[in-house]
Structure formats: structure tokens, C-alpha cells
Nanobody, 116 residues
């Protein structure tokens, strides 16, 4: 059974940085795509960033230039380096993965709060 576990969330001041990690267990094969999504209070879940085949990255416009996604395919792990954080980045951040183009597996989420 595949499980995704996120870590690294917390409280940070505006302009600060956080690094999220996501590790997959229960899978012997590598994922084709791994991604980060987020959901703010009262809003729908939205795409943040993804990494395809361990190398091709894409970002939501709202985080481009501030967030960096990276991966370690040997560990089925991905990371999200978040810099210049803003209050509007406050959300629960979810890790997701899939063996095709569909994200079939989701983590439980980690809370990120940006506030002074």
C-alpha cells in the first residue's frame, strides 16, 4: 500500500523560508509524476508545482520564482523549497504522486502558516 508522508510545515514570518519534504513508502517502482498542491481555508485545492520523470518541473504562476521543487527518484521523495513566503501562501500543503499522468496517491498534508 502506497503512503505519502509530508513534513516540514510550520509557522514562519512573511519573507521567510520553509522546506517541505514528501517521502513515499510501499512502492517498489518510481513514480512518473510527483506534485505539491495546497488548500487554503475556504478555498479549493490548487496546484503548486510538479516534477515529471524526475526532471521536468512546472509551477503555478503565484509561486514561480519563489518556490523550487526537486526530487530524489532513488528514494521516491520530493521537496519544496519555499522562499519569500507571503501570508497568502498559508495553506495545508499536500504531496501527490502517480505512475501515469494521473495523481493517484495523496498524503495527509502539512500545515504552512505565514504570519507575523
Amino acid at each position: 500500500q502506497v503512503q505519502l508522508v509530508e513534513s516540514g510545515g510550520g509557522l514562519v514570518q512573511p519573507g521567510g523560508s520553509l522546506r517541505l519534504s514528501c517521502t513515499a513508502s510501499g512502492s517498489d517502482s518510481r513514480f512518473n509524476v510527483m506534485a505539491w498542491h495546497r488548500q487554503a481555508p475556504g478555498k479549493q485545492r490548487e496546484f503548486v508545482a510538479q516534477i515529471l520523470r524526475g526532471a521536468i518541473t512546472s509551477y503555478a504562476g503565484s509561486v514561480k520564482g519563489r518556490f523550487t521543487i526537486s526530487g530524489d527518484s532513488t528514494k521516491n521523495a520530493i521537496y519544496l523549497q519555499m522562499n519569500s513566503l507571503k501570508p497568502e501562501d498559508t495553506a495545508v500543503y499536500y504531496c501527490a504522486a502517480g505512475r501515469s499522468s494521473t495523481l493517484n496517491y495523496w498524503g495527509q498534508g502539512t500545515q504552512v502558516t505565514v504570519s507575523s
